[in-house]
């Protein structure tokens, strides 16, 4: 069970676009930046989205970010097949003390 | 450019401990720290714990309390994860990951598969 909850699974058509949400609470996505993550099969996660709406160098615009109160999303424009992965949230948890680190279940996209 | 590159596969049984490496380059050591990140076979991402590259402090989650240890060495740059009392739940692979900020995990090493099994 993940802290953070994300659908399943989502899908769309090549071209078009898709959302991915990411539900918290107050204790982590209320009181943090929430990063999203990449991961393609068989290989580690890669940083996409940083502090809610920020991409790292070499991440293309069609991938963005956005908060609100204890949600995140994260966006894909344009989907291509190589953007077929599982998709993850993840923020610090506050909750105890120290800290935590937490993350969705995942979501994985199929391109139809 | 920044990488982190893990140790190899292992193989262990019920009981027993396995302590995988990160080779750190491209960054200066002691001014971030690492988390370590576990992924069991088809299931989500799972936080073990962090450990500073400047003066080895450590936060680890509250289930590995009482058996995991994080280390750095700074002469070698290198982080390594010590998880004792394997049992088949901790079968996962494992990744050591640079963080931005405790929130963010910035940049990922390879994996590290380990497999316990009787």
């Known amino acids: 069970q993940s802290v953070l909850t994300q659908p399943p699974s989502v899908s769309a058509a090549p071209g078009q676009k898709v959302s991915i949400s990411c539900s918290g609470r107050s204790s982590n996505i209320g009181n943090n930046g929430v990063a999203w993550y990449q991961q393609l099969p068989g290989t580690a996660p890669k940083l996409l989205i940083y502090d809610n709406d920020k991409r790292p160098s070499g991440i293309p615009d069609r991938f963005s970010g956005s908060k609100s109160g204890t949600s995140a999303t994260l966006g894909i424009t344009g989907l291509q097949t190589g953007d077929e992965a599982d998709y993850y949230c993840?923020?610090?948890?506050?909750?105890?003390?120290?800290?935590?680190?937490?993350f969705g279940g995942g979501t994985q996209l199929t391109v139809l | 450019q920044v990488q982190l590159v893990q140790s190899g596969a292992e193989v262990k049984k019920p009981g027993a401990s396995v302590k995988v490496s990160c080779k750190t380059s491209g960054f200066t050591f002691s001014n971030y720290g690492v988390s370590w990140v576990r992924q069991a076979p088809g299931q989500g991402l799972e936080w073990v714990g962090w450990v500073s590259g400047y003066n080895g402090a450590t936060n680890y989650a509250q289930k590995f309390q009482d058996r995991l240890t994080m280390t750095a060495d700074t002469s070698t740059t290198t982080f390594y994860m010590e998880l004792r009392s394997l049992t088949s739940d901790d079968t996962a692979v494992y990744y050591c990951a640079k963080d931005r900020s405790a929130s963010v995990r910035e940049d990922w090493g390879q994996g590290t598969l380990v497999t316990v099994s009787s």
């Open positions: 993840g923020t610090w948890d506050i909750s105890l003390n120290p800290g935590f680190a937490v």
